[in-house]
């Protein structure tokens, strides 16, 4: 079974339950890859703060963050989020304050601060079973990827992005998709983004990443049976 981290302080050093590798725990790593954050902010000797939070349209996602996001970390780590819509903007953050948690997501090669200067990528573990490949996809598509029909230029075309300006971890997705037998884009810069992407567009491309990987965000899923569909 899987082990229980003991601490009898409170707040947070509270416990948190610690899992096994699974496709559940590599779709988490995703999420947090993709629009997540591991903020560990500590002055002096003190105890200062530490939180894992992932970030989200608050119109669009908030479905998935307030329902399968927050869910995700509960039966993971036992620990209930807290949500935080941001003041004239569409953003909503499922917050986790957790040392416990920002300690194991450090462990996990999720480094606190910032994912660009860190170059934070897929960890080592995950690249053992197709199925934590499929699931660290999942999430980072989930979060930080887009789906869409190219209208203008080819319409009945579609592709599914991923736009981020974590070199690595763009290097590392294109990786993956290769791995699992995707015919994925080159790895190409976006100037006017300062960013990297790589997608898919062929049609038989779209149907084998809705067969084998899929969204758990509704609203992505949902674009994608359509264009699916027969």
């Known amino acids: 079974p899987p082990m229980t981290i003991s601490n009898k302080s409170k707040g947070s050093l509270k416990d948190i339950k ?49 329902g399968y996001v927050a869910n995700l970390m509960e039966e993971l780590f036992e620990l209930k989020a807290k949500f935080y819509k941001q003041k004239n903007a569409n953003e909503l953050m499922v917050i986790v304050h957790s040392r416990k948690l920002v300690d194991y997501c450090t462990r996990m090669g999720l480094k606190p601060g910032n994912k660009i200067a860190n170059q934070t990528t897929i960890p080592e573990w995950i690249w053992e079973k197709k199925s934590f490949l499929r699931a660290v996809i999942r999430g980072l598509m989930d979060t930080d990827g887009s789906i869409y029909e190219l209208k203008s230029h080819w319409p009945g075309l579609f592709q599914i ?24 884009s080159k790895v190409t810069y976006i100037k006017p983004n ?33 264009m699916t569909a027969p």
């Open 194 to 226: 300062k960013s990297y992407r790589v997608y898919l567009t062929r049609k038989d491309q779209i149907r084998k990443y809705y067969k084998d990987i899929g969204f758990s965000n509704p609203r992505k899923q949902a674009v994608l049976t359509r």
């Open 18 to 66: 610690t899992p096994r590798k699974s496709s559940k725990l590599a779709e988490f790593i995703g999420i947090v890859l993709g629009d997540g954050n591991i903020h560990h902010y500590q002055r002096g000797k003190k105890v200062g703060t530490y939180m894992v939070r992932i970030a989200g349209d608050s119109n669009r996602d908030n479905q998935y963050l307030r």
């Open 161 to 184: 992005v991923f736009d981020n300006r974590n070199l690595t971890l763009v290097k590392d997705l294109h990786r993956a998709f290769a791995s699992l037998g995707f015919i994925a």
